[in-house]
């Protein structure tokens, strides 16, 4: 799932009860202060609506840090398959997923997914329809400024000038009387533009259109537009959330009420003042009729509070109904948020009577890194955090090779030994015995035994890692065992050597099976075999088509899984029969020399060649003929080569017992005669990590 939608939904769902509790405390600090100044009033809204702003900012970055309590862990609820089979091998242990727990549980993980990216892009499509109303308004006041410079200065410019000079305002503006609008009002903040309606000019008393202008005169001292902007943000990108239009409504409410109580203070009229914004209303209640059917408004309310009416009981049970909404959003917010920490599967019971026998270090220690949540024993505190370093890398090496990316983290288990991850596990008969890690299928875990020496780690929780990748790109079905454990050693990138050899037997044997024919988990063959051969095959894919071609494959098993069809002709476009052709030539030339043959009859003694590569198998004892190191080598061009480097005619024993997998060299020797086979014999070896160098002797 796109992390983009997971977080923004959960940002939006947090905020159901995030923005009633904070319009709730807006409400509960303006009831305390009602009879405080009107000053102090806006402020509390203006708080109310800024924090309602910066809440989901917060939450997003809580929501997206490694560990986040705000939303639930990529894992779905854990469940005990019963199955014999090791599942490192399949997603399920059948094929009908919503008839297992398992299946239960992904369809539940896919579900809410689904309801996440309808609340993310439901909530853009709002934002878009909102701010394409706020850009139509631009446009509306644009024309009117632009009207406005046709049009006189108004003969109540000098009496403007003189307001502003008592409200020590040096901003310069115009007065402009204007048909085009039926209430007063001011535009712009650069240059600010009052406009007073005809009707006003012509119908009030010189002292009320003096009030009326040092009304918006505070308005531009007060810097309003800056809060006004505030509350368009807040309204276009909360716009489905009732209490930021009622706080956003109390911002513009005690507003005005700031900038009456100026315009009283500088004229000194009140009852006056009054009067004129009780005309206003009349003439709006007159023109809006039909619109909107109202005989009451914001000027009555501020004509009342001027003249210290007594409000009636309406306001207030319309106010109590909003605080009832509130509330309501509160309660149902609050209840998400605990719903989406608790258990949503049936299987809950069997989990916690596995979790119970499994040792104390889920519980005691947890660590969180970008992508992984290693939980361990606090004694294993120091291991936890280079696990977590190694697993980063694993991660990065992992997602840039296939493209993707996981939507959640993945919990890591770390064990003491290898006896101890499994007797954790064995009641639920999920892993074979002697291993010394484990991807777990139903719940998107790592199991880890750290007795292993630690420059092992990499590989190890490379493998797992590759697994579960392979889980989320093919979900809820069974993948073939050569595909699962041939795309974690593949991504391991070391080979054993014991691998290699049985390898080789197999091509010389000629028992080399049809890879297109190795479906399911494969029982009907030697499984170990399979396990080389996978690995093998992934070699073979990105050899021929590259790293793309191996993403292409996954994807390719993933679509004709849910829909039928050929995987390799619709990732390579070669039929099966080709493909296991293709392969089986690939092995018997990589794992086969003709040995009889002299060494000056294979390789260009007369020139010498240089590569440097990382090693990737380490053969011995080694056969005449075969290679004794492989090397991944890139060229200048960026494209990565297998590279096979044979020993020849001395004794090199003491160099490959200095050797490791992933030890970066530089090899010197005579190339093959044929550069496409990219074929050498060794006659120095240098390993610039530490210096260590060496040459060919006979022996």
Request: aromatic fraction near 8%.
């Amino acid at each position: 799932m796109n992390p983009w939608t997971q977080v923004t939904g959960w940002t939006l769902i947090h905020f159901v009860w995030q923005g009633g509790l904070l319009a709730l405390a807006t409400a509960a600090g303006l009831r305390l202060c009602r009879r405080r100044s009107s000053e102090a009033r806006y402020a509390i809204a203006c708080v109310g609506l800024a924090a309602m702003l910066a809440s989901p900012v917060v939450t997003a970055a809580f929501v997206w840090a490694p560990g986040s309590v705000l939303m639930p862990a990529g894992s779905i609820p854990p469940t005990v398959p019963g199955s014999d089979v090791p599942l490192t091998m399949q997603r399920s242990s059948t094929d009908d997923v919503s008839s297992s727990p398992n299946g239960a549980a992904a369809l539940t993980k896919v579900g809410l997914d689904a309801w996440l990216s309808l609340v993310a892009w439901s909530w853009l499509a709002g934002v878009s329809l909102f701010l394409a109303r706020f850009a139509g308004g631009c446009w509306r006041i644009h024309r009117l400024r632009v009207a406005s410079l046709a049009e006189a200065v108004s003969q109540w410019q000098s009496a403007s000038e003189r307001l502003a000079a008592q409200l020590r305002l040096d901003v310069a503006f115009r007065v402009v009387e204007s048909a085009l609008v039926d209430a007063p009002g001011v535009i712009g903040w650069i240059r600010p533009v009052i406009f007073l309606p005809l009707s006003a000019v012509t119908n009030l008393a010189p002292v009320q259109i003096e009030a009326i202008l040092a009304h918006e005169l505070a308005h531009i001292r007060r810097r309003d537009y800056a809060v006004n902007l505030l509350q368009t943000v807040a309204e276009i990108l909360l716009f489905y959330h009732p209490g930021v239009w009622w706080v956003s409504a109390r911002v513009r409410e005690e507003r005005e009420h700031c900038c009456d109580d100026v315009a009283v203070e500088v004229c000194g009229e009140p009852t006056a003042y009054a009067a004129a914004l009780a005309e206003l209303a009349s003439w709006r209640t007159r023109e809006t009729a039909l619109a909107v059917a109202a005989t009451d408004g914001a000027l009555l309310a501020r004509v009342r509070r001027l003249l210290r009416v007594p409000e009636d009981d309406e306001p207030r049970s319309i106010s109590g109904l909003i605080i009832l909404a509130l509330g309501t959003l509160l309660a149902a917010g609050v209840a998400v948020q605990s719903s989406s920490s608790l258990p949503s599967t049936p299987s809950s019971l069997a989990t916690a009577q596995t979790e119970a026998a499994a040792p104390q270090a889920q519980a005691e220690g947890i660590r969180n890194t970008e992508h992984f949540e290693i939980h361990y024993r606090r004694d294993l505190d120091l291991h936890a955090e280079r696990v977590g370093r190694e697993a980063e890398r694993a991660y990065e090496q992992v997602s840039s090779d296939l493209k993707h990316d996981l939507g959640f983290r993945v919990p890591i288990v770390l064990f003491h030994t290898t006896n101890e991850l499994e007797q954790s596990v064995q009641a639920g008969r999920l892993v074979p015995p002697h291993v010394a890690s484990f991807a777990d299928p139903s719940r998107d875990r790592i199991l880890l035994a750290v007795d292993h020496p630690a420059d092992q780690w990499f590989g190890l929780i490379t493998h797992e890692v590759a697994h579960v990748f392979g889980f989320d790109i093919i979900p809820g079905t069974a993948t073939p065992r050569w595909i699962a454990e041939g795309l974690a050693e593949y991504e391991r990138g070391a080979w054993d050597p014991t691998d290699l050899v049985a390898l080789r037997d197999a091509v010389r044997a000629n028992a080399i099976p049809k890879m297109s024919g190795l479906l399911g988990d494969g029982s009907n063959t030697n499984l170990q075999l399979v396990y080389r051969l996978g690995h093998a095959a992934f070699d073979f894919i990105e050899s021929r088509w590259g790293k793309t071609g191996v993403r292409q494959f996954l994807f390719s098993v993933r679509h004709t899984a849910r829909n039928g069809g050929d995987p390799y002709q619709r990732a390579f476009q070669v039929r099966l029969n080709e493909f296991d052709q293709a392969f089986e030539q690939y092995l018997r030339q990589r794992f086969t020399a003709p040995a009889d043959q002299a060494l000056a009859a294979r390789f260009d003694y007369r020139a010498t060649l240089r590569i440097e590569g990382d090693i990737t198998a380490i053969g011995s004892p080694v056969s005449d003929g075969f290679a004794c190191i492989e090397l991944w080598v890139v060229t200048e061009g960026g494209i990565r080569q297998r590279w096979a480097v044979e020993c020849g005619d001395v004794t090199a024993q003491d160099v490959i017992r200095a050797l490791r997998p992933g030890d970066r060299v530089i090899v010197t020797g005579p190339p093959a005669r044929k550069p496409v086979a990219q074929r050498m014999v060794m006659r120095s070896l240098v390993r610039p990590s530490d210096g260590f160098t060496w040459r060919a002797h006979s022996g």
